[in-house]
C-alpha cells in the first residue's frame, strides 16, 4: 500500500475516507492495533459515515494508501464487509491519547497528545508517542498557523516523541496505557527525581511503579517525599509490601507513617516487619510526635571506652552500613551509659592503639525524650551539630535526631526541599 511517511493519529482522525471510485464515504473515526509487539500492528479502520450512530470497523487491509489529506480503499464502501473490534486489539484514539507515560530519560511524567504511525518492514505500525508542544499544537489543529508564526522569528517547536520499543505493552483488559516502568531503568535514577515521577502519577499508576520495584529503591525515594505522599504510596500496595518496604525506611520515619495509620491496620503491618525493625517502631510511638523520642532514630553507631581506635574502625565498618549517620560514634561505659563522643575525623587521624576514651568529648550535649523540637533545632543551632543524642534519666542512649530531622521539624513546609539532607544511606 501506499502510505504517507509523517502520518499521526491526529491528522488521521480529520481525513476523510473515500472508495476506490473517489466517492468519499466518511471520515476516520478511530484506528485499531494489536498491542502485542514491539511496535503495535494496525488492524482496523473505524470510518464515521454521515446518518449513521456505529462507525463501520473494516479491516486495515481494504485500505489502499493513505495520504496527507486522504484515506483511500481498495473497493467500494458496499463491497467490504464489516468488520469487528476483537481484543486484545485496543482503539488508538479511545485508549491512548491524554494517557500518561513515565520519560525515564527526563525524569518526568508526561502526556500522550499524539501517536506517530509508519511502515514497518512493509507493515503500518504504532511506531511512537508525541509527548511535546508540536504534538500538542497539531492535536489542536494549530501546527500550521503556530510554525508560521515561530517561522518569522527563526525559531522552530521541537517533535518530542518517545519511541514506542521504549514504552512497555498494552493492558487489553482496562484498554490502559502501562507506563514505561521498567524497574532496572527506575532504580538508576536518583531518588529525588524518582519521587517527583511518583507524585505525579494517579494513585493506579503510583502502585504499579511500587509494585516493579524493589524495597531499598522504593524506600529511598519515599525518604524525599512530603509526609502525604508517603502515606499514599503505603496505601497503594498491600499489607506484605508495605511492610518490607517499612523495614527499610529509618525507624523513625517508618514510626510516623505507622502512627497515621488506623490502629487495625498498623498492628498488621507491625506483626509482618520482621522482630528487631517493628521493635524500635513500636519504642519510638511510645512519644509524641514534636518531642525528642518522636523525632529521634535508632539507627546510629556507638562503641566502648576500652576500645582501641583500631578496633572502633573495624566495627564501624561492621555496623556503619545500618546507621543514619556515621559521622558521630557515640561512647557507652559497661552500665549503656553515654560518656563521650567523637568525630569520624577524629577516628580516622588517631593512633590506631589509642584508646577510644583518650579521643572522645566527654561533655556531651544531649537531650531528653520530651525535649521539644524547637529546643532540639536549637540547641543543634548553637552548638553546630549534625545530630544530638537523645538520654533517659540515667543517660542510657535512646537516640539521635540528625539535623535534618530537626530543621524538617521546625522549618515551614515550603522551605523544606530547599536544603540538602544531611545524611543518606
Not at 128 to 137: I, K, P, Q, Y
Not at 192 to 203: F, M, P, R, T
Request: one cysteine or more; aromatic letters at 4%; a negative charge.
Amino acid at each position: 500500500m501506499v502510505f504517507y511517511a509523517e502520518t499521526y493519529l491526529s491528522d488521521l482522525l480529520r481525513m476523510n475516507v473515500a472508495d476506490r471510485s473517489g466517492k468519499v464515504v466518511g471520515r476516520v473515526n478511530d484506528i485499531a492495533v494489536l498491542p502485542q509487539d514491539v511496535f503495535p500492528l494496525v488492524t482496523k479502520l473505524l470510518i464515521k459515515r454521515r446518518k449513521q450512530r456505529e462507525p463501520l470497523v473494516v479491516a486495515w487491509g481494504v485500505v489502499r494508501s493513505v495520504s496527507a489529506e486522504l484515506v483511500t480503499l481498495l473497493s467500494p464502501i458496499d463491497e467490504i464487509q464489516p468488520s469487528a473490534i476483537a481484543p486484545p486489539e485496543i482503539l488508538l484514539a479511545d485508549s491512548l491519547l491524554d494517557r500518561q507515560i513515565v520519560d525515564v530519560k527526563g525524569h518526568q511524567v508526561v502526556r500522550v497528545n499524539d501517536l506517530k504511525l509508519g511502515l514497518v518492514q512493509g507493515q503500518v505500525r504504532l511506531v511512537a508517542a508525541g509527548v511535546g508542544t508540536r504534538s500538542l499544537l497539531r492535536r489542536l489543529g494549530l501546527e500550521g498557523v503556530a510554525l508560521r508564526v515561530l517561522g518569522w522569528f527563526g525559531r522552530r517547536p521541537h517533535e518530542h516523541l518517545i519511541s514506542w520499543e521504549h514504552v512497555r505493552a498494552l493492558e487489553p483488559t482496562s484498554q490502559q496505557l502501562r507506563l514505561n516502568l521498567e524497574a532496572d531503568k527506575l532504580k538508576r535514577l536518583n531518588p529525588a527525581d524518582l519521587a517527583d515521577i511518583l507524585g505525579e502519577l494517579s494513585a493506579s499508576h503510583r502502585a504499579a511503579v511500587v509494585s516493579s520495584l524493589d524495597d531499598e529503591t522504593t524506600a529511598a525515594a519515599m525518604e524525599e517525599m512530603e509526609f502525604d505522599l508517603q502515606k499514599s504510596v503505603l496505601d497503594s500496595v498491600a499489607n506484605e509490601k508495605a511492610a518490607d518496604i517499612l523495614e527499610e525506611i529509618a525507624p523513625d520515619a517508618a514510626a510516623d507513617l505507622v502512627g497515621d495509620l488506623p490502629k487495625e491496620r498498623a498492628d498488621e503491618l507491625l506483626s509482618l516487619m520482621e522482630p528487631e525493625e517493628a521493635s524500635d517502631v513500636k519504642e519510638l510511638l511510645k512519644y509524641p510526635d514534636d518531642s525528642a523520642g518522636g523525632l529521634m532514630t535508632t539507627e546510629y553507631v556507638t562503641v566502648r571506652t576500652r576500645m582501641t581506635v583500631q578496633q572502633a574502625i573495624d566495627h564501624l565498618r561492621k555496623e556503619g552500613a545500618e546507621a543514619e549517620t556515621i559521622f558521630y560514634c557515640y561512647v557507652l561505659d559497661e552500665n549503656e551509659s553515654l560518656v563521650g563522643v567523637f568525630s569520624l575525623r577524629d577516628l580516622i587521624i588517631a593512633p590506631p592503639d589509642r584508646l577510644v576514651e583518650e579521643i572522645m568529648v566527654g561533655d556531651v550535649v544531649s537531650v531528653q525524650p520530651s525535649e521539644s523540637q524547637e529546643r532540639i533545632a536549637h540547641l543543634i543551632a548553637r552548638y553546630n551539630l549534625l545530630a544530638i543524642p537523645v538520654v533517659d534519666e540515667e543517660r542510657r542512649l535512646l537516640g539521635i535526631v540528625t539535623v535534618d530531622d530537626a530543621i524538617d521539624a521546625v522549618l515551614p513546609t515550603r522551605w523544606k526541599k530547599r536544603i540538602p539532607k544531611a545524611f543518606s544511606r
